[in-house]
């Protein structure tokens, strides 16, 4: 299973941001999509996630700005960033997590893709 993000890059405080997740290879039904983050010398952190059911989990500091949504036909997680402040640059992971068709409950990372918010 690969992961490919897109849609990151460089905005202005209070500006929007849409990332998009696809995945492709040997698919089966992710159980949880989501999407992490990491700054330089910090451990990466969740942002928001989605299970199969459509019920959504976010991080505390981007409640209320940041949405999450996920395409299951298509294996495709998104999210939409609003109100973005510098402390949201960092670079941005898909992650996708379910059991594999050998019954192995198998997590999976895309590449990264830069988030920079400029004051």
């Known amino acids: 299973v690969q992961l490919v993000e897109s849609g990151g890059g460089s905005v202005q405080a209070g500006g929007s941001l849409r990332l998009s997740c696809g995945a492709s290879?040997?698919?089966?039904?992710?159980?949880?999509m989501g999407w992490y983050r990491r700054t330089p010398g910090k451990e990466r952190k969740l942002v928001a996630r989605m299970n199969l059911g459509g019920r959504p989990d976010y991080g505390d500091s981007v409640k209320g700005r940041f949405t999450v949504s996920r395409d299951n036909f298509k294996s495709m997680i998104f999210l939409e960033m609003n109100g973005l402040k510098p402390e949201d640059t960092a670079v941005y992971y898909c992650?996708?997590?379910?059991?594999?068709?050998?019954?192995?409950?198998?997590?999976?990372w895309g590449q990264g893709t830069q988030v920079t918010v400029s004051s």
């Open positions: 290879g040997n698919l089966f039904t992710f159980n949880v």
């Open positions: 992650n996708a997590e379910g059991r594999d068709p050998d019954g192995r409950y198998s997590s999976y």
